[in-house]
Structure formats: structure tokens, C-alpha cells
């Protein structure tokens, strides 16, 4: 097992070339010894442009923004959200099943380097990317220079998660823990969105449930629910729970029997040691979660997600208040195409009236 030697975080991005195109690694899979680096030493690098999506932290790497690091996005979060309104992020409308596309060789992403966090190697070389494999699984053997923050507090995840220690170039040290995306407690409103909702999903369904306080709210009232499966962009603290106490069993699912499958892990500290080496979750690359084929073949699909408003003709808008951009399309009318299109599936669009 040839390992490449550790390096400082900020000597590990003095080695990007000039113009680079660097890549990210989203969610709680943010390296952030690397990131907070970029935020503090930007002035020591040349000119870069970085590709992103829903990352949950500050975006400390952006500090360097207008002032020799551009940035274009395809994910939205309250902190950037003024900078995508005046321009300063080019933002990039576009459903999440088409990214991976998008990320390969000659795609409007495709990136020259890869900043990523994995686990430790195990004996046989492989580490693994823990709570962020959606997209970064693919884009590692793709990307000409990739850097690693090898953390031990990565949790080792099961299914697709895994990637050699030779097809990363560059390593540092990170002991940071997990970036966590805690959700508020849910309010009484949403409570009573969630009951209602809980009402529509069968037992031996498979369910998607989408972010934000009414989605995590609809988990929770699942309890009483025999025999789920989850198949989802994501997987919280919520589904854990559902997971922990039996409620999911993935017995009936025709594909990936007996795993939660999902791309990323998004929820508090606790949840990623509980992930860790769990059988029960199935990591999957976003180029099969999102895919429409993929999505296809599993009945009694029904899909959770919350938007902002409908009009009186049905149309929904998840993404803008005000002509500002609040949110991005991500994954959900991927999930809500898939299950308008199978005989048994249900798409269930939660909101305060």
C-alpha cells in the first residue's frame, strides 16, 4: 500500500495550479481543515474557482471571493444567498440527478481538483468518504489532483463509500470533528403537518424524506408504521430513529433489500457514529440515488419534501422568496417525477397553509 506523504493543510493547496477548477466535498463531508485553510491563506494562492453544493457551515473557503477566488454553485444556503443575489456566486439551476453528469470530463463542472475527507485506511488500503459519497465518490478517480483530509472521526460507512489510498495524491491531517446540520426542533404547526402527512404513507412503503423542520417532523410521526423502506437523497437523525426502532425493515424493496440507501448523512454529532460500520445504511452514489431508472423500480415510492408556496393552479415554488434565491432544485423533483410516474407511488408536498 504506497501512502502518500502528510502535508500541511496549506501546503497541500500551494501544490493547486493557477486557475484550477476545485471541487468541494459537500455536507457534513466538508474537509475542513482544508476549507478553513483556504478561508485564512487564500491571498497565498493563485487565482481558483470553486465548485460547491449545500455545504452546511459558514463557507469559511469563501473569504478569498472577488479578490482571486471565484465560485459557482448548485446549492444555496442562508450564509451565501446575498452573494448569489448580486452576482458575486454564479449560481447553476439544475436537478441533482444531472450533476454527476455535469462533474465528468468535458461537463460545465467537471474539476481539476478534488478536496475531500475520508476515514483512515483499513488494512487493505481502502478509506472511505463517510457521510458524503453522493457525488464525491465519482469525482475522485476523475480529478487530476486530489487532496484527502484523513480524519479518524470519519465514520466508515458501508456500500459505495470506499476509495483506494493510491488515488489520492495529497494527505492531511484533519481532527476537526464532522461539520453537524442540526435541525430546529419542529414547532407545533409542523407537528400537525407531520400527523397528517403520516396518515398517507402505507405500511412497506419506501420513503424519501426531503430537508427542513416539516420533512424531519414527518419521520418522526412514522413511528407507528410497519415495514418502511428508505431510498432518499438524505438521511437525518430522524430516519435513524425510525431505523433504531424497527420501523424501516427495507424488507419489501425489489432493489437493495434490507439497506437504507442514500448519497449523504445530514444530522447531528450523534449520527455519525452511529453510522459507522452499520449494515442497515447503504451508501450510493448520487448517479444511482437520483436516477431516474434507479427510481423506477421501487413501488409504493412515496416522497416527502416542503416547499414555499402554490398557487391556485398547483405550481409550486421550493426555491425563491421574493425573487431571491433561498433554496436550489436539488433533488426533489427527481423524487417527486419518480413517484408522480410509478402506479403506487405517492409525492406529498408539505407546507403551512
Same mark, same amino acid.
Given at each position: ?34 476549507t478553513h485553510a483556504l478561508g485564512t491563506s487564500w491571498h497565498e494562492l493563485p487565482p481558483l474557482h470553486l465548485l460547491f453544493s449545500m455545504q452546511v457551515n459558514d463557507y469559511p473557503f469563501l473569504a478569498g471571493l472577488g479578490r482571486g477566488i471565484t465560485a @459557482? ?8 444567498? #446575498? ?46 468518504? $463517510? ?12 480529478? /487530476? ?13 458501508? $456500500? ?12 492531511? @491531517? ?44 414527518? /419521520?418522526? /410521526? ?47 454529532? #450523534? ?8 449494515? #442497515? ?32 393552479? $398547483? ?21 417527486? @417525477?419518480? #413517484?408522480?410516474?410509478?402506479?403506487? $407511488? ?8
Open positions: 500500500m504506497a501512502m502518500p506523504p502528510f502535508v500541511s493543510p496549506i501546503d497541500a493547496l500551494r501544490r493547486i495550479p493557477a486557475g484550477a477548477r476545485v471541487f468541494i466535498s459537500p455536507s457534513c463531508g466538508e474537509p475542513l481543515s482544508l @459557482e454553485t448548485w446549492g444555496v444556503q442562508p450564509p451565501i444567498r #446575498a452573494r448569489v443575489a448580486d452576482g458575486g456566486i454564479d449560481f447553476v439551476p439544475i436537478r441533482y440527478s444531472r450533476v454527476p453528469g455535469e462533474l465528468q470530463p468535458g461537463g460545465r463542472f467537471s474539476p481539476d481538483v478534488a478536496l475531500v475527507q475520508v476515514s483512515p485506511p483499513d488494512a487493505q488500503g481502502n478509506c472511505s468518504l $463517510g457521510a458524503a459519497v453522493g457525488l464525491s465518490r465519482d469525482v475522485v478517480p476523475r480529478a /487530476a489532483l486530489v487532496i484527502a483530509e484523513i480524519n479518524p472521526l470519519v465514520p466508515r460507512t458501508m $456500500g459505495d463509500s470506499l476509495v483506494r489510498i493510491e488515488d489520492l495524491d495529497i494527505l492531511v @491531517e484533519g481532527h476537526l470533528p464532522p461539520v453537524p446540520f442540526v435541525i430546529p426542533a419542529p414547532t407545533e404547526t409542523e407537528h400537525a403537518i407531520a400527523r397528517h402527512v403520516a396518515g398517507l404513507v402505507p405500511d412497506g412503503a419506501t420513503i424519501q424524506v426531503g430537508i427542513g423542520g416539516i420533512p424531519d417532523a414527518v /419521520a418522526g /410521526a412514522l413511528r407507528g408504521k410497519n415495514d418502511l423502506g428508505v431510498h432518499s437523497g438524505m438521511i437525518s437523525d430522524s430516519l435513524a430513529g425510525l431505523i433504531d426502532a424497527g420501523v424501516v425493515t427495507n424488507r419489501y424493496k425489489p432493489i437493495d433489500r434490507g439497506a437504507s440507501v442514500t448519497g449523504e448523512l445530514m444530522g447531528s454529532a #450523534a449520527l455519525f457514529p452511529w453510522a459507522h460500520e452499520n449494515p #442497515a445504511i447503504g451508501m450510493r452514489t448520487t448517479a444511482y440515488t437520483h436516477r431516474f431508472d434507479t427510481l423506477s423500480r421501487i413501488p409504493n415510492l412515496v416522497c416527502v419534501n416542503s416547499a414555499v408556496e402554490v398557487d391556485l393552479g $398547483g405550481q409550486v415554488n421550493a426555491e425563491s422568496i421574493g425573487g431571491m434565491q433561498v433554496s436550489a432544485v436539488g433533488g426533489q423533483f427527481d423524487f417527486v @417525477e419518480a #413517484a408522480m410516474h410509478g402506479s403506487t $407511488g405517492r409525492s406529498i408536498l408539505a407546507l403551512p397553509s
